[in-house]
T-cell receptor
Framework: DAKTTQPPSMDCAEGRAANLPCNHS???????VYWYRQIHSQGPQYIIH???NNETNEMASLIITEDRKSSTLILPHATLRDTAVYYC???????????FGKGITLSVRP | ETGVTQTPRHLVMGMTNKKSLKCEQH?????MYWYKQSAKKPLELMFV???????ENNSVPSRFSPECPNSSHLFLHLHTLQPEDSALYLC????????????????FGPGTRLTVL
């Protein structure tokens, strides 16, 4: 699976959009980009995933560049409860392990 | 009932004790997983079960013994643990196993915070 790189941390103001970047320059054509988050001392929570097209659900939007070498997770109106570690993971379905790196710590400030 | 539940949420045990962690999923999934998360370390996959059969043991010491009596329940039996085994133990489930060719989303429980004295 492709390695992903994320900045260690970022913050944003409550009510504003949080844009979390992820680089996956070695991603292959059949690898999906997954995002999970982990609020302190809780289990990880699935957010969204995509392959080529941009995706949106009730939690977030995922924007994938045309060359698929990077993506951005967008939380449109961040709340204090969105403070968590966000993990960007690239994987295929076959013989692939959900490997969590260090993620990016998002701090939402009042 | 929420998707994946784990009991107990917190556990303190001595090195000579025997205890068990329980996980139950109410999602109708076929695959279940145990993960370990030590302080300031990434999640580590421990075991994978698919249709009650163990498909992966990620070089886990024998003092951890998993059991999967059916697709909805997963246990982790603990005995003669060491203080370094103190961690958050997470259970997850997915509709199918990744080898099926599907990219399956995993749903996690809240975890059991284990402290070994």
């Amino acid at each position: 699976d492709a390695k992903t790189t994320q900045p260690p941390s970022m913050d944003c103001a409550e009510g504003r959009a949080a844009n979390l970047p992820c680089n996956h320059s070695t991603i292959s054509g059949n690898e999906y980009v997954y995002w999970y988050r982990q609020i302190h001392s809780q289990g990880p929570q699935y957010i969204i995933h995509g392959l080529k097209n941009n995706e949106t659900n009730e939690m977030a939007s995922l924007i994938i560049t045309e060359d698929r070498k990077s993506s951005t997770l967008i939380l449109p109106h961040a709340t204090l409860r969105d403070t968590a570690v966000y993990y960007c993971i690239a994987l295929t379905g076959a013989n692939s392990k959900l490997t969590f790196g260090k993620g990016i710590t998002l701090s939402v400030r009042p | 009932e929420t998707g994946v539940t784990q009991t107990p949420r917190h556990l303190v045990m001595g090195m000579t004790n025997k205890k068990s962690l329980k996980c139950e999923q109410h999602l109708g999934h076929n695959a279940m997983y145990w993960y370990k998360q030590s302080a300031k370390k990434p999640l580590e996959l421990m075991f994978v079960y698919n249709f009650k059969e163990q498909t992966e043991n990620n070089s886990v010491p024998s003092r951890f013994s998993p059991e999967c009596p059916n697709s909805s329940h997963l246990f982790l039996h603990l005995h003669t643990l060491q203080p370094e085994d103190s961690a958050l133990y997470l259970c997850a489930s997915s509709q199918d196993l990744w080898q099926s060719g599907l990219t399956d989303t995993q749903y996690f429980g809240p975890g059991t915070r284990l402290t070994v004295l």
